[in-house]
């Protein structure tokens, strides 16, 4: 079953702030408690950005974001990310596919080590720096397409 989110009733998107950007951010930050309130979803873990390994969308940064820039001024586009872990804890309502929620059931770190959310959580086996990404960017401004890579581990 697929699940779908609702907006609940009451919780519009307001227009956006006028003026500074503190009041944009002031908004915003507002905006996602009350959607965190009535919802149940945290923006962090459940809304913004999909865990693991992925192509396209935004990186899913384990330490602050370090976006590459291009020789041509340009911040370079996310490509791909390879992911040491494809969720973690907290962000496992939302991005853990749906045919492999039933196995998760009494998952968490003192699980047995054969209890299958091991092999869910990193079905690559890999360690990148303990549990870190790859994340690969180019330029689509630039004709030649320089790219431009970035690591980080937690
Ligand atoms: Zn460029």
Redesign the pocket.
């Not at 291009?70 to 340009?74: V, Y």
């Not at 330029?139 to 630039?142: L, Q």
């Given at each position: 079953m697929r699940r779908r989110y609702r907006r609940p009733s009451g919780s519009r998107p307001t227009a956006p702030a006028q003026g500074s950007t503190e009041a944009l951010r002031t908004q915003v930050r507002d905006d996602i408690a009350t959607v965190e309130r009535e919802t149940g979803w945290r923006y962090d873990t459940d809304l913004s950005v999909a865990s693991g390994t992925k192509v396209g969308g935004y990186p899913g940064w384990t330490q602050v974001p370090d976006w590459p820039v291009?020789?041509?001024?340009?911040r370079?586009e996310h490509l791909l990310t390879v992911a040491t872990w494809e969720f973690s804890r907290g962000d496992e309502k939302r991005w853990i596919p749906l045919e492999d929620r039933a196995a998760m059931a009494g998952w968490g770190f003192a699980a047995p080590d054969d209890h299958p959310w091991r092999r869910i959580q990193n079905p690559a086996g890999l360690t990148l720096g303990d549990a870190g990404g790859i994340y690969l960017f180019v330029?689509?401004?630039?004709p030649e397409r320089?790219f431009d890579h970035r690591f980080d581990c937690s």
């Open positions: 291009c020789g041509c001024g340009a370079l330029c689509s401004a630039c320089p």
